[in-house]
C-alpha cells in the first residue's frame, strides 16, 4: 500500500507526465550527478575551480529575474481570510485555471522529489516538506538552503505530516506564471518560474506563507526576520531578531564583523531571512531557523559591507545571474575593486562600460550556512534560542531618526504595524517607491494582515518577559543627500544600546514616537561623527511624524474590522502625542 508521500508522487506523475522520477536523498553522489547533469546542459558553468572550488553560474531566464508578488496568490475559500494586502483566487478555480498548465509539463524531463526538514533536524519545532520539480537547479539549491533527501525522509516516515509543493518551470511564459499557496490544505503549486522565492517553495513560499497560518492556528510565529547574538565582554550572548525588507541590510546585520571587536562585543549568525517562534515552557520566546544555508542579494556585498559571507562563498557556491570575469570568476557592482577586462554580463553577453549593469541588480549567491566565520555554535540548537528584543528597520531618508525604543509590547506591534521602506530591485516593479510592508512581512503573510497584528498582540500576552521591540533606520540622509550613519559594522553600536536598554543601563529621551538614544548613551569613541550630525540622526520632527500618522491611519483602514482595537488605540495615542509636542514647539 502507497504512503501518502507515495501517493501523492504518483498523482503528480499522473498529471505532469516526466520521463523518469528521481528522489533526491542528498547525497554528495547525487550533487555530483546533478552538477554534471547541469554543465552537461548549460543550466550550470563552471567557475574557476582554483579560487572557487565546487562554485558554478546560473543564469536565469531574463524574464525570470525576482519575486512577482502580481503573480502570487493566498487562495482561502473566503476572500476576507487572504486580506486585502494579499491577492487572492478561489482554490478551485486556482486549481482549475493551474491543472492544465502543469498537464504534461514536464514531458521528457526529469521529475525531481525532494523532501526536506526545515529546522535543525532534531528539533521538535522543525517541519517537513516536498517539493517536486523539473528543476535540477531547484533540487540543488535547496539541498544548500535545506536538510534535504534521507533525513527529512527518515523523520516523516510514513507519515501524512508534510507541506507538499508542486513545482514545473513550465514554458517559463510570463503569462502562464503562477505561485499559489493553498493554506488551508498546506499545499503550493508553483509554473512557470525558476527563479529563487518563486521556485524554492521551501523558502517564502512555506517557511513564511504557509508557516504563518500553521503558526497562527497553532500559537507560534513565523517572521520574515534574522536572528543574531550579541556576545558582551563577559562573554554573555543575548539574542535578537530583526525584520527589514529584502535587499535592506538583513544578511549585513545577521553576519556583522563589530566595530567593537576590540571591547569584546562580538555578532554572532544564528539566521539571516527567517524565523519560527515558539513559548517555551517558562515563557521565554525562542527562536530557530528553519534554513540551512543564505539565498543572499550579491550586488553591494564586499569586504567591507560583508566579509563574512564573501569569505563563505567562495566554494560550494551557487550564484545566479551575476557577471563573470574572463577568469572565470564571479563578478557583481560593489565588489572589491573595478570591473575586470573581458567581463560577460549576467545574460552572458560581452559587457562594456555604459552597457548597463554587469550584473542582475537581483543577483544571487546560495551557500551553506556552515561555511560562514560568523555562525554561531548555537545555531542548530534544538529548543531554539531565547529572543531579548526585536528590532523593526527599513530605508527612510528622514522621518525616522537612527533607533527608537517602543513604550511597551504594545506599542512595539504598532511600531512594527507601521513599518515603510523604499522599494528595491528584489521584487520586480518600481525600484525607489516608499511602500507599507508591516513586520516586513507584507509579500509573504498568508493570511489577513489585520489578524496577524492581533497575533503578535495575543503572543505577547503569553510570554512571560516579552522581548523588548526597537526600530532603526540606517538610510537616513542629510541635507546633501549623503547617509549621516556609516552603518555595516558600526551599526553595532546600536545593538550595544539596545543591549544596555535591555539590562538597564543606558539612558534614553523620551520622545512622541518612543524612548531615543541620549547622545552621550551611544558608544562612539573610535567614530568620526559630529555633534550636529548625531542630533539630526536622532531628530524627531513632531510635524512630519504627524503626516506619517496620517498616511498610517489610511493603511489601518484598509483592514476594516480585522485591525484590533489595540493597534488603533496606538495610532490615536500617537497621533494625541504628536499633536501636544507640535503646539508645545510653537
Aim: charged content about 20%; hydrophobic content about 40%.
Amino acid at each position: 500500500m502507497s504512503t501518502p508521500l507515495e501517493s501523492w508522487v504518483e498523482e503528480s506523475a499522473r498529471l505532469t507526465k516526466p520521463a523518469k522520477i528521481v528522489w533526491c536523498d542528498g547525497s554528495e553522489a547525487e550533487s555530483e550527478r546533478l552538477t554534471a547533469d547541469m554543465l552537461r546542459d548549460g543550466t550550470f558553468l563552471e567557475l574557476n575551480q582554483k579560487t572557487h572550488p565546487r562554485c558554478y553560474l546560473h543564469r536565469s531566464n531574463p524574464n525570470d529575474v525576482a519575486r512577482t508578488e502580481q503573480l502570487t496568490f493566498i487562495c482561502t475559500r473566503q476572500k476576507e481570510d487572504a486580506g486585502p494586502t494579499n491577492n487572492w483566487m478561489d482554490p478551485s478555480e486556482a486549481k482549475e485555471k493551474l491543472r492544465p498548465l502543469f498537464d504534461g509539463a514536464m514531458k521528457g524531463r526529469t521529475m525531481y522529489v525532494v523532501p526536506y526538514i526545515l529546522g535543525p533536524a532534531k528539533s521538535p519545532y522543525s517541519k517537513i516538506g516536498v517539493e517536486i520539480t523539473d528543476s535540477a537547479y531547484v533540487a540543488a539549491n535547496m539541498r544548500i538552503m535545506s536538510r534535504m533527501g534521507k533525513p527529512a525522509l527518515d523523520r516523516l516516515d510514513n507519515s501524512a505530516d508534510f507541506v507538499p509543493g508542486l513545482h514545473s518551470l513550465g514554458d517559463l511564459d510570463p503569462s502562464r506564471r503562477f505561485i499559489m499557496h493553498f493554506p488551508e490544505e498546506k499545499l503550493i503549486w508553483s509554473v512557470g518560474s525558476g527563479y529563487g522565492g518563486n521556485a524554492l517553495l521551501g523558502k517564502k513560499c512555506f517557511a513564511l506563507r504557509i508557516a504563518s497560518w500553521m503558526a497562527r492556528d497553532q500559537g507560534w510565529m513565523a517572521e520574515h526576520m534574522l536572528i543574531l547574538g550579541l556576545e558582551d565582554p563577559s562573554g554573555k550572548v543575548t539574542y535578537m531578531a530583526a525584520a527589514f525588507p529584502s535587499a535592506c541590510g538583513k544578511t549585513n546585520l545577521a553576519m556583522m564583523v563589530s566595530a567593537l571587536e576590540s571591547q569584546g562585543y562580538r555578532v554572532w549568525t544564528v539566521g539571516d531571512d527567517i524565523a519560527w517562534m515558539h513559548i517555551a515552557s517558562d515563557g521565554t520566546l525562542r527562536a530557530i531557523n528553519p534554513e540551512a544555508g543564505f539565498f543572499g542579494v550579491a550586488p553591494g556585498t564586499n569586504a567591507k559591507t560583508n566579509p563574512n559571507v564573501m569569505t563563505a562563498a567562495n566554494r560550494n557556491t551557487i550564484f545566479t545571474n551575476v557577471a563573470m570575469t574572463h577568469s572565470r570568476e564571479p563578478w557583481w557592482e560593489g565588489i572589491d575593486g573595478p570591473p575586470a577586462d573581458g567581463l560577460t554580463n549576467w545574460k552572458g553577453e560581452p559587457w562594456t562600460a555604459g552597457s548597463g549593469p554587469a550584473a542582475h541588480p537581483n543577483a544571487r549567491y546560495t551557500v551553506p550556512a556552515s561555511q560562514s566565520p560568523s555562525l554561531s555554535k548555537h545555531w542548530e540548537d534544538p529548543e531554539g534560542l531565547p529572543i531579548s528584543a526585536f528590532i523593526f528597520g527599513g530605508r527612510r531618508a528622514h522621518l525616522a531618526p537612527l533607533v527608537y525604543e517602543s513604550r511597551n509590547w504594545q506599542h512595539g506591534v504598532f511600531v512594527g504595524a507601521t513599518m515603510a521602506s523604499e522599494t528595491t530591485a528584489a521584487a520586480t516593479g518600481a525600484v525607489g517607491v516608499c511602500r507599507r510592508d508591516p513586520m516586513a512581512m507584507l509579500p509573504f503573510c498568508g493570511y489577513n494582515m489585520g489578524d496577524y497584528f492581533g497575533h503578535w498582540l495575543a503572543m505577547g500576552a503569553k510570554l512571560k518577559n516579552p522581548p523588548k521591540i526597537f526600530h532603526v533606520n540606517w538610510f537616513r540622509k542629510g541635507a546633501d543627500g549623503k547617509f549621516l550613519w556609516p552603518g555595516y559594522g558600526e551599526n553595532v553600536r546600536v545593538l550595544k544600546w539596545m543591549l544596555d536598554r535591555i539590562e538597564g543601563r543606558a539612558a534614553a529621551t523620551e520622545t512622541p514616537i518612543g524612548n531615543v538614544p541620549t547622545p552621550s548613551s551611544l558608544t562612539l569613541d573610535g567614530l568620526s561623527i559630529s555633534r550636529d550630525t548625531l542630533n539630526e540622526l536622532l531628530s524627531v520632527d513632531s510635524s512630519d511624524w504627524l503626516a506619517e500618522d496620517r498616511a498610517v491611519g489610511e493603511f489601518f483602514a484598509k483592514f476594516g474590522s480585522h485591525i484590533p482595537p489595540a493597534v488603533t488605540q496606538e495610532q490615536k495615542a500617537l497621533a494625541g502625542r504628536l499633536t501636544r509636542a507640535t503646539v508645545s514647539a510653537k
